[in-house]
């Protein structure tokens, strides 16, 4: 096992290594803990998230379909449209090109993507304010380790006006670092069971 606190080596497949070993423990040990402890969990971030975005109203909110065992979010962004705020999804349209975002809200028509995860059917594609994304990993600078496709990075480079970033997770999935490269895009925020952290970019 390459620990945590191991820099790996500077050839790029050296790094690519590194975080699929730390990629598949994370989801594994995610996976390991029971689905009540997950909801709680979930419960516990969408607290927080009320906590430090009271007022969402006008705002343009996307989240994620959860899988995976990642935080299952569904609840808080239905409340979000509650609250006179806008809920969209992101769809991956064609592989490596940036993400869509579309509307969703309950009951919206669900079609399956590339990875079998469920999408808002085709529909106007919109630029939201925050963006919610699910962790793997993360680490102490505000860098995220996702699935290793690069959509999200590739997605947030390229938007025409920069959205807040939110990443969610487990605290368990903290590394000391990602070891990021240039193309990672750092969170603004990363919100936990246990706490919100907030990085000043």
Same mark, same amino acid.
Not at 22 to 43: F, K
Not at 77 to 82: A, G, I, K
Not at 126 to 138: E, H, K, Q
């Given at each position: $096992?390459?620990?945590?606190?191991?820099?790996?080596?500077?050839?790029?497949?050296?790094?690519?290594?590194?975080?699929?070993?730390? &990629?598949?423990?994370?989801?594994?040990?995610?996976? /390991?803990?029971?689905?009540?402890?997950?909801?709680?969990?979930?419960?516990? +971030?969408? @607290?927080?998230?009320?906590?430090?975005? %009271?007022?969402?109203?006008?705002?343009?909110?996307?989240?994620?379909? %959860?899988?995976?065992?990642?935080?299952?979010?569904? !609840?808080?962004?239905?409340?979000? &449209?509650?609250?006179?705020?806008?809920?969209?999804? !992101?769809?991956?349209?064609?592989?490596?090109?940036?993400?869509?975002?579309?509307?969703?809200?309950? *009951?919206?028509? $669900? @079609?399956? *993507? +590339?990875?079998?995860? %469920?999408?808002?059917?085709?529909?106007?594609?919109?630029?939201? /304010? +925050?963006?919610?994304?699910?962790?793997? =990993?993360? /680490?102490?600078?505000?860098?995220?380790? =996702? #699935?290793? *496709? =690069? #959509?999200?990075?590739?997605?947030?480079?390229?938007? %025409?006006?920069?959205?807040?970033?939110?990443?969610?997770? #487990?605290?368990?999935?903290?590394?000391?670092?990602?070891?990021?490269?240039?193309?990672?895009?750092?969170?603004?925020? +990363?919100?936990? @069971?246990?706490?919100?952290? @907030?990085?000043? &970019?």
């Amino acid at each position: $096992m390459i620990g945590d606190n191991v820099v790996p080596a500077h050839a790029p497949e050296d790094l690519q290594r590194w975080r699929r070993i730390h &990629r598949d423990r994370l989801i594994g040990e995610r996976l /390991d803990v029971s689905l009540a402890v997950r909801d709680l969990y979930a419960r516990q +971030i969408t @607290e927080k998230l009320n906590q430090f975005f %009271p007022n969402l109203a006008k705002l343009l909110v996307s989240g994620y379909w %959860p899988c995976n065992g990642e935080p299952d979010l569904r !609840p808080w962004l239905s409340s979000v &449209r509650l609250r006179c705020g806008h809920v969209a999804l !992101p769809v991956i349209a064609k592989k490596h090109a940036p993400l869509q975002f579309r509307l969703w809200w309950p *009951g919206a028509p $669900m @079609e399956r *993507g +590339i990875w079998n995860i %469920p999408h808002p059917e085709k529909c106007i594609e919109v630029n939201p /304010d +925050i963006v919610v994304v699910p962790l793997v =990993g993360f /680490d102490n600078a505000g860098y995220r380790l =996702g #699935y290793g *496709g =690069g #959509y999200f990075d590739r997605t947030l480079a390229a938007a %025409p006006n920069r959205p807040r970033i939110v990443g969610v997770g #487990y605290e368990q999935s903290r590394l000391e670092t990602i070891h990021p490269q240039s193309h990672d895009i750092p969170m603004d925020f +990363i919100v936990t @069971e246990c706490r919100v952290r @907030e990085f000043n &970019r």
